[in-house]
């Protein structure tokens, strides 16, 4: 089965970024599923980390690193999370909890992936840049595993995925002069080997993100449905 996505959402308020909160997200019907959520932020203050990432009040689980690109005083974060979920359907809001309030911009994205192995990525990888594209090698263990990433950057006209089979599920563009750029996307594999994935339209400070999922059926048959997104600007607006 081919990947597919669903539902793509995005939504903006102007309020403390002290916490961010993606309403009522609900988990679709199958097997095998593991909620993915990546988080993006933009903050004066290198120290700042993710504290929690919670759906319907359960604790999803930091998969990757907290990815920082810092220059000119700002600092560009991005971090993947999950949640096995099996063959559950829940529905709740998806919190994301910083370590101190984001001075600028905070962007959260989910996505469920079905027919997963219910077990901790197989690889995982992370680069940083200053340019306005980025590549990231990523190595997968097994036949047709999902390669799922997540970007985060300065404002330009992107993202834009970039690399075979690299599929944006969420692009949040800013031109309006505000401070954030945000994608997350997935690559459905076929054998195990490296893949290239990457971006472009991206400027000054970029983060990016990768996991790597085994498939539970072994080579393929990944959907990823009912993708939504939601971002919030301190003080002034987003749009996608």
């Not at 504290?51 to 991005?78: E, I, K, P």
């Not at 994205?109 to 594209?133: C, F, I, M, R």
Request: aromatic share 4%; with cysteine.
């Amino acid at each position: 089965m081919p990947a597919s996505t669903a539902n793509p959402q995005h939504t903006s308020v102007t309020s403390s970024a002290s916490s961010l909160t993606l309403a009522g997200y609900a988990v679709p019907a199958g097997s095998n599923k593991i909620l993915s959520v990546s988080v993006g932020m933009e903050s004066t203050s290198p120290g700042t980390t993710i504290s929690s990432v919670t759906h319907n009040g359960v604790n999803l689980t930091a998969r990757s690193s907290l990815v920082l690109s810092t220059s000119g005083g700002l600092t560009q974060y991005t971090q993947l999370w999950d949640l096995q979920l099996g063959s559950g359907t829940p529905t709740g809001d998806i919190v994301v909890t910083p370590s101190a309030t984001v001075s600028n911009c905070i962007s959260i994205a989910a996505v469920t992936l079905q027919d997963v192995v219910q077990q901790a990525p197989e690889a995982s990888a992370s680069n940083t840049g200053t340019s306005t594209s980025i590549s990231t090698n990523i190595t997968t263990i097994t036949d047709g595993a999902l390669i799922v990433d997540s970007v985060c950057t300065n404002p330009n006209s992107g993202p834009t995925a970039t690399g075979t089979g690299h599929v944006a599920d969420v692009a949040v563009a800013d031109t309006s002069g505000l401070t954030i750029e945000f994608g997350q996307g997935h690559v459905v594999t076929t054998t195990a080997g490296t893949y290239t994935v990457g971006w472009s339209a991206l400027t000054a400070r970029v983060a990016h993100a990768l996991l790597s999922y085994e498939a539970s059926g072994g080579g393929g048959g990944f959907t990823a449905v009912n993708r939504r997104t939601i971002g919030q600007r301190v003080g002034s607006r987003t749009y996608s």
